[in-house]
């Protein structure tokens, strides 16, 4: 998580909401895939941390099946991201801090572990949530300071 929240920050050095995310391959520990969020950096709606991350991955790995990885990020997965992770047949998932508007794994939703999908994800919530959930709400007070939504 130490290294998802080095991502978080740098994401919100660049201006964006402070997201962040590494893949790592399991059976060796190496991180094979690390991302910030970029929505406004690349002007696309889809450069969300995680979604960013898996692509890395998976040109590292050299295939979409992510079988072997887990995914950490500093926020609960939304319906986009969650629904990424069960396609890239993620095992396992380990996130910081809850998200009360757009969370798709445990507040909101579960699809990560719906079992009407094709492949589910053993989750682990509430990793240095605490931590996690200070670096947003830091980065939106100083937003909504200078007159940002």
């Not at 709606?45 to 500093?74: K, Y």
Request: with cysteine; aromatic share 4%; proline share 5%.
């Amino acid at each position: 998580m130490r290294e998802a929240l080095a991502e978080a920050r740098m994401a919100a050095a660049l201006g964006e909401v402070p997201i962040g995310c590494v893949v790592i391959h399991e059976p060796t520990g190496r991180v094979i895939g690390r991302a910030g969020n970029r929505r406004e950096a690349d002007c696309d709606p889809t450069a969300h941390a995680e979604i960013l991350a898996l692509r890395q991955a998976g040109l590292v790995m050299g295939h979409w099946r992510l079988v072997d990885c887990a995914l950490v990020v500093t926020l609960e997965p939304c319906p986009m991201c969650a629904g990424a992770i069960v396609n890239a047949r993620v095992p396992r998932l380990v996130y910081g801090c809850a998200d009360p508007k757009a969370g798709a794994v445990h507040t909101l939703y579960q699809i990560c572990q719906d079992p009407r999908l094709n492949h589910q994800v053993e989750v682990c919530a509430g990793v240095l949530a605490e931590e996690c959930a200070e670096l947003l709400r830091t980065f939106f007070r100083t937003q909504r300071s200078l007159g940002k939504k």
